[in-house]
């Protein structure tokens, strides 16, 4: 078959960027990275992108596809190439790039390595006549989804939250710490949950899950974040505003049952902090965009959920293992087949319909 | 149609206009609406963030009383609820044990038992396609005028995909759909799928207006008289908040913002008691005027 690519080069010697367009006869079971591959080998010797295993495991090969983070190695071509679309192939967002579609992985390394990836032993001798101590299938199974992480970065390529502040640690970064906190043989627990609820840990968050929508290897790194929010919160970690504005919902869920929204303000950020913002909330209130506390807004049989509440702490399920509990069985849910059809209708790249790459000087026409 | 409607907490207070448009437009696209009045808070990703167990019990209570009620759908009218509530039901639905736990424990407080038979649809997803669409462009014949419109989806009416299902989380065309039905124009512009910061905007406001002037920008940019949101917390983020960015980089952006509820509503002729553009914090008057109403 005959694949198309519009491929963003980038020459680091003079800085200038360009779009070229490439054309090769693939065999039909071709990945992008295979396309690659052959465009090197027969075209343009000069293309730079990295690539090891081919087998989707050592996460060399991430790059975008129509603004997309992608494993180009396990990313199949025909579709695409049956659409008659020739998609745009340019280099991860929020990194540095190097040449072409190469990036340079030392931001992401840091962060990596900042969250101390690796076990800092907690664990008790094991009983006179035992050789070890075994970790059980079900202490695993809280960190299973986090121990998949291959390091591919496709994560952070669309991080909002690392767009808006680089030194986020991110989704990769603190799916990692997750690894570790929920670790049963590191003794450094809460001391990792006291560093990733800094600033630019847990909170800064904003819950865009593009993370979870790119991962190629099933990792699920908002929900890890999640777990980390959960288990600093059950240690009674909550000086950051954002774990104070989470336990403000709990409260509210258990005394009226609706948010109390207005108090929600001072109770994240505090009086003094809400009182310098007075203009802004009369400006709001001037529209009832801010409902008077009192009397305050109840559900009716506001009871059952603080009586949940109550069985729920009994029940005592660890806090990360909320959200672990049926998690086995998420799958995709193959969209209506009437949704498919108004898909194909429209095809499937529609003009400008994917997010712009937003690396510093890539504001380019990179959308198709 | 016979659904449960969950409003959720903003559409019962601050975003009351959302509530009551959706409302006055039920009956016109033939959706009867079965009111649930013990529910509470679906935790909006906070509580499942901070009490896990806890995030699954409320909103498996939320859909026990859809359930109780008879309803094999609940409407949600917030991006945040669907998810919250979508995410919850699949864990429920698909897992036994907890299913059965959840179920004892809900029965134990005095709510009735969750079996797993409901199913969570944001109202964009029912006037989008299939039938729905159907009375859509029937109903919506006041039209738009040709008004160019900027659709802002939000994050969690599309991502996590395998949770939400509808759109494609990259190439969406739900929101278009309909503002082509109501014989408005869709613009384009690349930031329509991300976030609009509302969910850290207390905690790290300076993020948050970072992710948030990125759509209103865009939106200006590509001409777009007006923008519309299914989520009333993007709705709080872009109206509200959209003074501080004016604050904070000295331009003046005046981009008037919609509920769905209220595009699809103009576009059916419904009133302005109904509508209630009075509570939006930016005004809708050259919006109202170019649609001559």
Known sequence: ?368 | MRVAYYKGCLASLSAKELDISTQALAPKLGLELVELESVTCCGAGDIQQAEPDYYLHLNARILAYAEAQGCDTLLTICNVCTLNLRQANFQIQKDEALRERVSANLSAVGAPPYSGGVDVQHFLWLIAQGDGYEKLKEVAHHGLKGLKIAPFYGCQILRPSKLLGVDDPDRPHTLEAVIAACGGEAVDYPAKVKCCGFPIIQAREEMALAELIQPIEQAMEAGADAMVTPCPLCHLSLDAWQQKLEKQTGRSFDMPILHLSQLVGVAAGLSDSELKFKRHVVSMKPVLEKLDV
């Open chain 1, 1 to 368: 078959m005959q694949v198309g690519l519009k491929v963003w080069r980038f020459d680091t010697k003079t800085a200038e960027r360009a779009l070229k367009e490439y054309e090769v006869d693939a065999p039909e079971e071709a990945t992008l990275l295979d396309v690659l591959d052959l465009v090197k080998d027969k075209v343009d010797g000069s293309l730079a992108y990295r690539r090891s295993c081919r087998m989707m495991i050592c996460g060399s090969c991430g790059m975008r596809m129509d603004g997309a983070a992608v494993l180009a190695c396990k990313t199949r071509m025909y579709d695409v190439a049956q659409a008659g679309h020739v998609p745009v192939i340019s280099a991860m967002g929020n990194l540095p790039v190097v040449k072409d579609l190469v990036v340079d992985m030392q931001p992401f390394w840091d962060k990596i390595r900042a969250v101390k990836p690796w076990v800092e032993p907690g664990y008790e001798a094991p009983a006179p006549g035992d050789k070890e101590n075994v970790v059980s299938a079900e202490q695993m199974a809280t960190i299973h989804k986090e121990s998949l992480c291959i390091l591919c970065g496709c994560c952070v390529s669309e991080c909002n939250s690392m767009e808006a502040n680089p030194d986020f640690l991110g989704p990769a970064a603190l799916a990692k710490g997750m690894r570790f906190v929920g670790d049963a043989r590191d003794g450094q627990t809460v001391e990792r949950l006291e560093e990733l609820s800094e600033p630019n840990g847990v909170w800064d968050c904003t819950r865009c899950y593009f993370c979870q929508e790119r991962c190629p290897k099933g990792v699920d790194p908002r929900d890890a974040i999640a777990k980390l929010g959960a288990e600093a919160i059950r240690e009674g970690i909550d000086r950051d505003m954002g774990a104070k504005h989470a336990k403000w919902f709990v409260k509210s869920a258990k005394t009226t049952g609706w948010l109390r929204e207005t108090e929600l303000v001072p109770k994240t950020q505090g009086v003094v902090r809400t009182l310098k913002d007075v203009k802004f909330g009369m400006k709001l209130a001037k529209h009832g965009k801010v409902p008077p506390p009192f009397p305050p807004h109840v559900a009716k049989d506001v009871d059952e959920s603080r009586s949940l509440h109550d069985i729920v702490k009994k029940q005592d399920q660890r806090g990360a293992q909320g959200i672990v509990q049926g998690e086995r069985a998420l799958g995709r849910i193959e969209p209506h087949h009437d949704t498919y059809a108004a898909a194909a209708e429209r095809g499937p790249y529609g003009p400008g319909s994917f997010p712009k790459p937003y690396l510093p000087g890539e504001e380019g026409e990179e959308t198709t």
